[in-house]
């Protein structure tokens, strides 16, 4: 069975500062994606960063890296130089990539607040 | 990225009434499309997956005939909560899978429900 766990209910961060949310996954399948979305309080999900399981290198988007341990099974997110707008809930998800029905499992979510 | 319309954003019924839930992909066309239910503070949890031309499949514990999905061209799934009732009430969100090796779902704004 696949599952997602975000252990920081909550976060804190200092604008302009660099924070770190924790991810790590469960899965036998030995191909699968990792995603981050970010939800702010209006709702929307909105796509940040994909990693896929066999990708040499983490990948990068703008401010969004993702610290991607296979050996740990870990996929953090990074974001740099944090704006008072990334104050958000973020979930980290997984898809298998084989057999593959495309559903995503998410995690519990993060809940991120940028002070001034 | 990718767009996806969801309509409306919020609805206030009375209890025993249907209500119908759009969901559209705006600049690309979705076989498959993905209906989520969120309370507050939580996660998001897989409804179902709408299959264009095909029947839905729905996770287990989800009511069929309560939440009717219909997915009747390559950028519209519905989604219709028949007889309403309270413990309906949440904020239901609809996914487009966008084609590609990374197979991204992109996300509508969400529909807050309140069943009264």
């Known amino acids: 069975a696949q599952k997602i766990t975000q252990t920081q209910p909550g976060m804190f961060v200092q604008e302009k500062e660099a924070v770190t949310l924790d991810c790590t996954y469960d899965t036998s399948d030995p191909s699968y994606g990792l995603f981050w979305y970010k939800q702010p309080s209006s709702g929307e999900m909105i796509f940040l960063i994909y990693q896929g399981s066999y990708d040499q290198q983490n990948a990068t988007e703008g401010r969004y890296s993702l610290n991607f341990q296979k050996a740990r099974k870990s996929a953090n997110l990074v974001i740099s130089a944090s704006q008072l707008g990334d104050s958000a809930m973020y979930f980290c998800a997984m898809r298998a990539l084989s057999g593959n029905t495309g559903k995503l499992i998410f995690g519990q979510g993060t809940t991120l607040q940028v002070k001034p | 990225g990718a767009v996806v319309s969801q309509h409306p954003s919020r609805v206030i019924c009375k209890s025993g009434t249907s209500v119908k839930i759009e969901c559209r992909s705006l600049d690309f066309q979705a076989t498959t499309m993905f209906w989520y239910r969120q309370f507050p503070k939580q996660s998001l949890m897989l409804m179902a997956t709408s299959n264009e031309g095909s029947k839905a499949t729905y996770e287990q514990g989800v009511e069929k005939d309560k939440f009717l999905i219909n997915h009747a061209s390559l950028t519209l799934s519905t989604l219709t909560v028949t007889s309403a009732h309270p413990e309906d009430s949440s904020f239901y969100i609809c996914?487009?899978?966008?084609?590609?090796?990374?197979?991204?779902?992109?996300f509508g704004a969400g529909t807050r429900l309140s069943v009264l």
């Open positions: 996914s487009a899978s966008k084609r590609g090796a990374k197979n991204i779902q992109y």
